[in-house]
């Protein structure tokens, strides 16, 4: 059973546009939400994350919206670059457990 | 930030031989790491959980006498491929935690069995 649902599987973005991509979660005892990018044969960074007590985060260009009622969050990339074309995973956790769920990921295309 | 270093960063090995990946957690003591296994343009699977001092946590489907974990001392888990065959071939990934923090991954090792 997929803990976590992902979408789109892929995106592709002009430069300069914003990428969106949407998470969905069951576990209502999740309280720790990442974002994870990953380049092609390398291990997933963490991006940005958040916890339920805030509805949205931004660190730069990135910004997380959470939605508790609704059990998604999302995340988006203004200005989109080139740079960012990668893969983005969401992720779902509980801040007692250990175990991280990943969402099936998104390949993001920024194209000029 | 914590670094969590993963050694080799691509292995390729003779079907029916044996191969270890190391994962160290550089600047943090990890008493739990995770072993990943990813295929091309798919998501991160869960292999296994690394329990320091004590014996590993396997996913349902992963077969232990395969896939041997230790995970020796706070700052060191390895997993040994034997009698590695081509279809073990594959991306791997160790991960670690710091409690109540984000999660660091290894730079991951792709393994090719010939």
């Known amino acids: 059973q997929q803990q976590v649902k992902q979408s789109p599987q892929s995106l592709i973005v002009q430069k300069g546009g914003i990428s969106i991509i949407n998470c969905a979660y069951e576990n209502t005892a999740f309280d720790y939400f990442p974002w994870y990018q990953q380049f092609p044969g390398k291990g997933p960074a963490l991006l940005i994350a958040i916890r339920p007590d805030v509805s949205e985060k931004k660190e730069g260009r990135f910004t997380i919206s959470f939605n508790k009622s609704a059990k998604q969050f999302s995340l988006h990339i203004m200005d989109s670059q080139p740079g960012d074309s990668a893969t983005y995973f969401c992720a779902a956790s509980r801040n007692t457990g250990n175990q991280f769920y990943f969402g099936t990921g998104t390949s993001l295309t920024v194209i000029p | 930030g914590a670094v969590v270093s993963q050694h080799p960063s691509w292995v390729i090995c003779k079907s029916g031989t044996s191969v270890k990946i190391e994962c160290r957690s550089l600047?943090?003591?990890?008493?739990?790491m995770f072993w990943y296994r990813q295929f091309p343009k798919q998501s991160l699977m869960l292999m296994a959980t690394s329990n320091e001092g004590s014996k590993a946590t396997y996913e349902q489907g992963v077969e232990k006498d395969k896939f041997l974990i230790n995970h020796a001392s706070l700052t060191l888990s390895t997993l040994t491929v034997t009698s590695a065959h081509p279809e073990d071939s594959s991306f791997y990934i160790c991960?670690?935690?710091?409690?109540?923090?984000?999660?660091?991954f290894g730079q991951g090792t792709r393994l090719t069995v010939v």
């Open positions: 600047d943090f003591q990890a008493t739990t």
């Open positions: 991960s670690a935690r710091v409690p109540y923090f984000e999660a660091f």
